[in-house]
């Protein structure tokens, strides 16, 4: 009707109080003011554009069912099902990210890019925060882009050509001891062992920036290079990038909401709140083979 059209109107033309703004020089943006259940289309392009400028998006004081969770995801693109974390009851498209009170080890305790071991890695993953320990329980982000800016041009040189190796195997599949100890917090072991080779230095699918592409958690080895020269290379690039000048450490309230570019980020969930209950929903989104 008339009416419902001119509602439409003003909602679409209200003026937005969004403020975007750096959390740090690397990596990270805290976008304010603003119910990513109601976004319209300017603020939604001005998120993207965010995105791929900052890496990692913050979003405080947000109220999210499932549904509102997985809509949202939606609007970024096609939701990858990821084949390994348990699933959230009635929601196949949320994976649980949960560590109980009794429980030692939690999910993603290490530096990490999500699915690398993937032909076409997930583009990004949305972490909801449903509850958060009374302290502890950060996640540090990485940012790849400013770390290879900082590499030297020798090493630039030495890198730029590379390809390395990731897997998933170890840290998946049955005879994984990081599963056992994960428990049944993780899924679906006699599917693990894909692998991937991607480019060491990638540039960015969407923007072209160049950024470092390997990760402790699941890059194997340099390919074509003898392996104890590879794995020389590979910590030599992971003590660059693990400077704190290239992080953000994301302080979570329960509310809070996430995205990461995997292409473009590493993350590290911190496990320093023993005793205690975190419990976030992450939704992974597809990504396209990287070149
Ligand atoms: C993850 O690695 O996806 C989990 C991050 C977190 O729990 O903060």
Redesign the pocket.
């Known amino acids: 009707t008339r009416s419902q059209y001119k509602f439409q109107k003003e909602t679409e033309q209200r003026e937005s109080d969004m403020q975007i703004s750096k959390a740090s020089e690397a990596v990270g943006a805290i976008v304010e003011n603003v119910d990513v259940t109601r976004l319209n289309d300017q603020e939604f392009a001005d998120i993207r554009r965010a995105f791929l400028d900052h890496g990692t998006l913050f979003f405080r004081n947000q109220k999210l069912t499932p549904e509102d969770h997985i809509a949202f995801a939606k609007r970024w693109g096609a939701i990858d099902l990821n084949r390994f974390f348990k699933r959230r009851d009635g929601y196949p498209e949320i994976a649980e990210?949960l560590k109980e009170p009794d429980q030692q080890i939690n999910?993603?305790g290490g530096w990490?890019t999500?699915h690398s071991y993937d032909e076409a890695p997930a583009m990004g993953?949305i972490?909801y925060a449903l509850e958060i320990p009374p302290s502890g329980g950060d996640?540090l982000f990485a940012g790849m882009a400013a770390a290879y800016e900082a590499l030297d041009d020798g090493m630039k040189d030495r890198i730029k050509d590379l390809k390395a190796r990731h897997g998933n195997a170890h840290v998946f599949g049955e005879e994984s001891p990081y599963r056992k100890a994960v428990g049944d917090r993780y899924t679906n072991a006699d599917q693990a062992g894909q692998t991937a080779v991607h480019p060491v230095v990638l540039a960015h699918p969407e923007t072209g920036v160049k950024g470092l592409y390997v990760n402790p958690g699941f890059t194997l080895e340099i390919v074509d290079m003898e392996p104890a020269e590879g794995q020389a290379l590979l910590q030599e690039l992971y003590d660059h990038i693990m400077q704190d000048r290239f992080h953000h450490r994301h302080v979570w309230r329960e509310g809070d909401l996430a995205i990461w570019d995997n292409r473009s980020t590493w993350?590290y969930?911190m496990n320093d709140y023993q005793g205690h209950r975190r419990y976030?929903n992450?939704i992974t989104i597809e990504g396209v083979a990287l070149a």
């Open positions: 990210v999910i993603g990490h999500d993953s972490l996640t993350h969930a976030l992450r």
